[in-house]
């Protein structure tokens, strides 16, 4: 059985929150390149309002994520936007639910 400290537990809830603010994040910079925001919205098959009710949705935004890691250039161009390391990106995706699970396809 795990046992976590308060200092602990708090971090994991920071981190999951950072987590999802920046999986909106991305999601805005998606939507603010009609191309990208295309592709992304033929890849979930959804259209622009159930993406609208599903942003605060955690499993989502891992989705949003996980779309923009495929692309080398478009994690470089948000990170570069955001001015945080892509490795952030990663970790964010990693903090959301289904993060932890590797998809090497």
Do not use: N, Y
Not at 75 to 84: D, K, M, N
């Amino acid at each position: 059985m795990l046992v976590f400290g308060k200092g602990e537990f708090e971090a994991m809830k920071r981190q999951k929150h950072d987590a999802e603010t920046l999986g909106l994040k991305a999601l805005a910079f998606l939507a603010s390149d009609e191309d990208a925001m295309g592709g992304f919205l033929g890849r979930c098959g959804a259209d622009i309002d159930t993406v609208r009710e599903r942003a605060k949705d955690p499993e989502f935004l891992g989705f949003v994520l996980d779309h923009l890691l495929t692309e080398d250039e478009a994690v470089l161009a948000f990170a570069a936007s955001e001015q945080i390391d892509p490795m952030d990106v990663v970790q964010a995706r990693a903090a959301l639910p289904g993060g932890d699970t590797p998809d090497w396809t």
